[in-house]
């Protein structure tokens, strides 16, 4: 079993923050992150959105909805136009017994994806997740085939421009991406599927081919284990692939409480998934979601671990009953707060700001690349104003 990577920026809150401090000059997309930064920022205003239909940040940006915080849909079709990519998590393809089965077309609501076209030009990409057996999957050229019969016939029946495939994170879990041969077959099931994918035009743009985005997960060290999706990977998917949704979120946990995805740590990945001394890096870092939480995590740091993901409403909630005071942690970038319950237990708060937000715009911007947010019905409105 792989050794976990260890945490520098695992928190203790008496000792490892600082205190209030006023923030490095950032050049600002908005004037809104003026006051942002000097952390005086009223409640109320963080519920509005001033800007819902110019786009500030010009490389492409992929946003992800839920159903179960179905006020993203809300979001998705006021701010469309600040959207280049909608994926709406939607489907499952799973086996039962020897067949092969795609669940989910339940979720869609055709009426919203109508709303969303006329209202912007944002590509419907539904993310579809590959829970099916990959031993079965992988090694049967069958079961290649029906997945990417099932997976074209969905995109051609509901009109969508493609699919987000998300599937190496299960492979990982499942242990087969350890065993070379098996990892080689991974790598040439996406291909097929994105050739496949590619030969098929849309009926809304005969110019177009169906678009395939593939999640993958931040490698866990510089030192890659065989379940890490690496630079080599990239290269290899580069032609069969339109783009790369990286997250590059979740950094901490209850167990190790911290910011939610430290900028230096976001950049490191980067630098070890794009190298720059290779000639085709620009075109690969353009191919690159990289990812942008939009919710926060409320960690309790004494009396024991625990806690867990909070939204925009949730957040909010604490800010008007606790009134903390909020801290830059300048060594990931993000914003933070402490409090005690009425239990007299003590908790630290990490939720996005624009500050935070400019700040990782500014780093994908360097790069070449877009980004993707998870996901956009956790966040606050006054997010929007400066994509």
Known sequence: MAKKRERRTGLNADRQFESTQRVRAVKPLDSRVETDRKLEFPIENMKSS???????????????????????????KKFSNKFTHLSPVWYELKSQGTKLVLEGRHNADEGWISGIRSSGNAQMLPRLVLEANPVDLLKKKKQRDKTIELIIAECKEMGYDGIVLESWSRWAAYGVLHDPDMRSLALQFIRQLGQAMHAISLEQSESQSLQLVYVI???????????????????????A????SLMTYDFSGPQN????????????????????????????????????????????????????????????????????????EKNSAEHFFLYVDNQDVKHVVFYPSLLSIETRLQEALSWGAGISIWEIGQGLEYFFDIL
């Open 50 to 76: 001033e800007n819902s239909s110019s786009r500030n940040f010009k490389n492409p940006v992929l946003a992800y909805i839920t159903p179960w915080n179905s006020q993203g849909y809300d979001m998705a």
């Open 217 to 239: 997960g931040p490698p866990r060290s510089d030192r890659l284990e065989g379940y890490d999706f690496g630079p080599e990977d990239l290269r290899s998917l580069d032609d």
């Open 241 to 244: 692939v339109d783009g790369f």
């Open 257 to 328: 409480p911290g910011p939610n995805a430290p900028l230096k740590w976001i950049h490191s990945i980067l630098q070890l998934l794009i190298d720059v001394s290779t000639h085709e890096h620009k075109r690969l870092a353009k191919k690159i979601f990289m990812g942008i939480n939009f919710y926060g995590n409320d960690f309790v740091v004494s009396g024991g671990l625990g806690g867990g993901p909070i939204v925009g409403r949730e957040y909010l909630s604490l800010l008007e009953k606790y009134k903390p005071e909020l801290h830059w």
